[in-house]
């Protein structure tokens, strides 16, 4: 199976080269060895041998053949010429090769083909990458997240990937049978009844409301405070009332689940009615399930933030404590000092007044802070009992021989039977700091000490993995989380070979300790070399001398700022986006005309910022008015999550977060463009954008349509 790199995924399936590339990239791909020199050498003349090796590199980086070179990067030319030992060609005699002999162009492809080792499928081997699409499209997500599959293993393969229509057509088609044959495993089992019955409750009014139970249901929670956490806990009791957590769906990925969920959350339930199966019961019934794991979910979150802020404000309190004894003895200390300096009280006097201050100095109450705040959570008034009330109704499952299960086990007998002290014959385990206040003559006060530290162990359980809620996305046990030992055992190796790793843990340790062991023999040069030092362990660098003539960068540094110029909020979009490609991840595939384009520029303008509507209606770029509201909606899914703008961080995917985090740390050192505030610079600017070279488009029609995107988004919004 073919070595294939994550970082070469973004290149799989076009049709022709990148504006740009990295010095990583052209090594790895357009670097050739001996015996490709050699083939190139034997095989065409030096007028055609760059043509060939380009094609080569191509397929190897793509797995398609280019067929087209209308732009090629002067130094990736330079690169290839140096290796071929010829003179590197003008992009314009690159270009007649092809154009005026189609047949050079062919004859370039068939041979890099089989020099690369590329083949082209047939039905037999298109029937192995169907099942193959089919088995993944039980976890796969979208037609955009099979396509990339696709393309991933005829690459692996070594087939020579076919056009995006002809892979995407496949892909919808194991989609479709994986949704039948999901329809097929919830009908048996969850009878239809049930079925009918959930779909009746989800779609009835509540009392003293005008909202169904769906509404209700994908209502957002509200800000974390114990209000909030009760309503989180009554949604539960209601699916738990649906009986819905008595027909699990383990053999359904959690991914899927949440896929089909959240689609019934922007859906009205006139909509509803209108759905089809089998998307209808999927919906209905991944939306059921998905509600009751990401209502739990959400309810032990704010369980904890509860406890954390209990245990804050008890800290803080005995901090204060703290604060009043420190204060007393200042107090004492100070009547001391006045006492010295009276010259009339004799020595005896002065003894009986020591005495009577050491009477009123009261020593330190608790050895440690940790003991004062244990003491604070135990005393009567405090929100402990009430927070523990609501949390049992959670059902929490722990570990058998874990000394939090036999506490809540003896928690919930007592509230049963209204119990409001701790009886004197119990044993239970507990921590070592609350075992003084449990094991105390106070035994109300020894109960309230035992629910504290009862919430305590909860919070570090679910942290652990030692307590779990089966309904749970996040907190499950940890067996349901990983993959189970029977579908390890059957697909180690191809889930390995699909993530490029190694089968067992020689080959992956191996590399790491060459490495290793080249790191270390350069600290060893360093210290014979008076570089570093070692004292006690630990590794000291010596500081860098300040210089002694100071460099003032202050002109350079307003060199640089006329040189760059003002920069438009209009540019740095599209010129992040152009080195990021933030609008492909957000879409699943690449723009296929500049009102797409314009519409996820509009939609992340809108949703991101602090304006209303209105504003933003009349600020998007240039839309019809009447168009303008339209946008917003068919936007509004990508940026939105519950109908809220989600955490910072949290818009999209990991693949969205990392490429816009890496592109932040790493920026490219080009002049970047920028638009003049004039309107005659400004005509002039949109002249001239399409010649800068500075876009990192993929595709030449993708570079078409950001150069006109970029013409009539910036002259809008800089008008």
């Not at 020199?37 to 590199?57: E, F, P």
């Not at 009844?193 to 009014?205: D, F, I, P, Y």
Request: glycine share 4%; hydrophobic share 40%.
């Amino acid at each position: 199976m073919r070595q294939l790199h994550r970082w070469q995924y973004q290149y799989l399936g076009l049709t022709s080269l990148p504006r740009s590339l990295s010095v990583l990239e052209r090594d790895a791909f357009f670097t050739f060895t001996p015996e490709d020199i050699a083939a190139l050498q034997s095989r065409y003349k030096a007028a055609l041998r760059i043509g060939a090796a380009i094609q080569l590199g191509f397929l190897r980086m793509t797995g398609r053949t280019l067929e087209g070179v209308r732009v090629v990067n002067p130094k990736l030319l330079t690169h290839v010429a140096a290796q071929l030992d010829v003179p590197p060609p003008s992009i314009a005699s690159l270009k007649g090769i092809y154009r005026h002999r189609r047949r050079t162009l062919y004859e370039h492809q068939l041979w890099a083909l089989k020099i690369a080792g590329f083949t082209r499928a047939n039905d037999k081997q298109l029937a192995q990458l169907q099942f193959a699409l089919s088995k993944d499209a039980c976890h796969g997500l979208s037609v955009d997240v099979l396509v990339e599959f696709a393309k991933v293993w005829l690459y692996q393969h070594s087939f020579l990937i076919p056009a995006d229509r002809l892979i995407r057509d496949r892909a919808r088609q194991a989609l479709a049978e994986s949704e039948e044959g999901l329809l097929s495993l919830i009908q048996s089992l969850i009878p239809e009844l049930t079925r009918r019955n959930w779909e009746k409750q989800l779609l009835r009014v509540r009392e003293n409301s005008r909202k169904t139970q769906l509404e209700w249901l994908s209502e957002p929670p509200r800000k974390g405070n114990r209000r909030a956490l009760t309503e989180r806990v009554e949604r539960i009791e209601f699916l738990r009332a649906m009986k819905v957590d008595q027909f699990p769906l383990t053999d359904i990925p959690i991914a899927k689940i949440r896929l089909y969920g959240e689609e019934m959350w922007h859906l009205r339930p006139a909509k509803f009615r209108e759905l089809k199966d089998p998307l209808r019961t999927l919906r209905l019934i991944c939306f059921l399930h998905w509600t009751l794991m990401e209502n739990t979910d959400t309810a032990l979150l704010m369980a904890g933030q509860q406890v954390t802020k209990l245990w804050g404000d008890a800290y803080t309190k005995a901090q204060l404590l703290e604060a009043k004894q420190a204060l007393s003895s200042r107090d004492v200390v100070k009547s001391i000092f006045e006492m010295v300096d009276d010259a009339t009280l004799s020595d005896s006097i002065f003894r009986e007044r020591i005495r009577d201050l050491k009477q009123q100095q009261q020593p330190a109450e608790f050895p440690t802070r940790a003991a004062a705040a244990r003491h604070l959570l135990s005393e009567t008034g405090t929100t402990v009992r009430p927070l523990l009330a609501v949390v049992e109704k959670l059902a929490v499952k722990w570990e058998s021989d874990h000394p939090a299960h036999a506490t809540f086990k003896l928690l919930g007998t007592l509230r049963g039977k209204g119990q409001s002290i701790l009886p004197t014959d119990t044993v239970v385990k507990t921590q070592k700091g609350w075992r003084p206040l449990v094991d105390g003559a106070d035994r109300a006060r020894a109960l309230r000490a035992l629910e504290a530290s009862a919430l305590m162990e909860l919070k570090k359980g679910l942290r652990n993995g030692q307590a779990w809620i089966d309904h749970s996305a996040a907190f499950r046990h940890r067996d349901a989380i990983l993959i189970s030992q029977e579908r390890w055992k059957k697909e180690r190796v191809r889930l390995c070979k699909q993530l490029n790793q190694p089968l067992t843990a020689d080959e992956f340790l191996t590399p790491v300790f060459d490495a290793l062991k080249k790191k270390l023999k350069q600290v060893s040069d360093a210290l014979a070399a008076d570089e570093l030092s070692i004292r006690d362990g630990v590794i000291h660098v010596p500081r860098v001398k300040a210089e002694r003539n100071a460099l003032d960068i202050k002109p350079l540094r307003d060199r640089l700022f006329q040189t760059m110029g003002p920069v438009q909020l209009p540019d740095l979009i599209l010129e992040v986006d152009s080195h990021t490609h933030f609008s492909q991840a957000l879409m699943g595939r690449a723009p296929r005309s500049e009102e797409e384009l314009l519409k996820v520029y509009a939609g992340m303008l809108a949703h991101a910022t602090s304006f209303n509507a209105a504003y933003s209606g009349e600020n998007l770029p240039p839309f019809p008015v009447q168009c303008r509201p339209v946008i917003l909606e068919q936007t509004r899914p990508r940026f939105l999550v519950r109908g809220r703008p989600p955490p910072m961080g949290q818009i999209g995917s990991e693949r969205k977060k990392i490429i816009v985090a890496q592109f932040s740390r790493n920026p490219p050192l080009e002049r970047p463009l920028f638009l003049p505030h004039s309107k005659h610079s400004r005509a002039i600017a949109a002249r001239q954008m399409p010649l800068l070279p500075t876009y990192n488009c993929r595709t030449d029609a993708e570079q078409r349509i950001r150069e006109n995107v970029q013409i009539r988004f910036a002259s809008r919004l800089c008008s």
